[in-house]
């Protein structure tokens, strides 16, 4: 147990509403990450963040949003959901100097 | 940027047999990391090997090993003695070693879907 937990682990939510599903840790680890998984994609990289208030784009960013004011915590925002975005979210965590980063349970998102 | 790219969609292996699942990447950098995930139908991913491209011995852990190969830019995981809890889907992926290795996160491939026959 890396000591990494998202919230929700499942929600169905309707197009146009908002959502934020959160990734906590306990650990201290600097880096963050936020991945989507889709059959026939495998992971991809939606945002990460390097340090609080610190974060950048990854190859799928169109559509979310991030913020993470602690280091403990990374949200991820889907300002108005659509069904593209129906997806199981991974969170995972990574600290400085290690190579192997650990992953979250995963969110699995429906829209609808 | 770099991809990573897993032919295999589907393997199926007797119990107790050898498999080796393939993985191929394309970078223009010298200094990586390469992982092979294993996600079973419990959804968690969990890190099975690791490689590090500036080591030229092949990466092993038990029953799993890996061939690395760098200058053709393949990485492929054998997995000896195949076990039923093996069942699962395996990602190869890629992490550049530029800024600590922390910064850009792992590129994937889409898996390959691990079946074993009893």
């Known amino acids: 147990d890396a000591g990494i937990t998202q919230s929700p682990r499942h929600k169905v939510t309707e197009t146009g509403t908002p959502v934020t599903l959160r990734c906590h840790q306990t650990?201290?680890?600097?880096?963050m990450y936020w991945y989507r998984q889709d059959p026939g994609h495998g992971l991809r990289l939606i945002h990460y963040s390097y340090g609080v208030k610190d974060t950048d784009k990854g190859e799928v960013s169109d559509g979310y949003s991030v913020s993470r004011s602690k280091t403990e915590d990374f949200l991820l925002t889907l300002e108005s959901a659509t069904s593209s975005q129906t997806s199981v979210y991974f969170c995972?965590?990574?600290?400085?100097?290690?190579?192997?980063?650990?992953f979250g349970q995963g969110t699995r998102l429906t829209v609808v | 940027a770099q991809t990573v790219t897993q032919s295999q969609p589907e393997m199926s292996v007797q119990e107790a047999e050898t498999v080796t699942l393939s993985c191929t990447y394309d970078?223009?950098?010298?200094?990586?990391?390469l992982f092979w995930y294993k996600q079973p139908p419990s959804r968690q991913m969990i890190l099975v090997i690791r490689?590090?491209?500036?080591?030229?011995q092949n990466a092993t852990e038990n029953r799993f090993s890996v061939n690395f190969q760098k200058a053709a830019k393949s990485f492929s995981l054998k997995i000896s003695d195949s076990q039923l809890g093996d069942a699962a889907m395996y990602f190869c992926a890629y992490r550049s070693a530029r800024s600590g290795g922390g910064a850009d996160g792992l590129t994937f491939g889409k898996g390959t879907h691990l079946i074993i026959q009893p």
């Open positions: 970078t223009s950098e010298s200094d990586y990391y």
């Open positions: 995972a965590i990574k600290s400085t100097g290690s190579t192997e980063a650990f």
């Open positions: 490689q590090e491209a500036y080591k030229q």
């Open positions: 650990e201290n680890h600097r880096y």
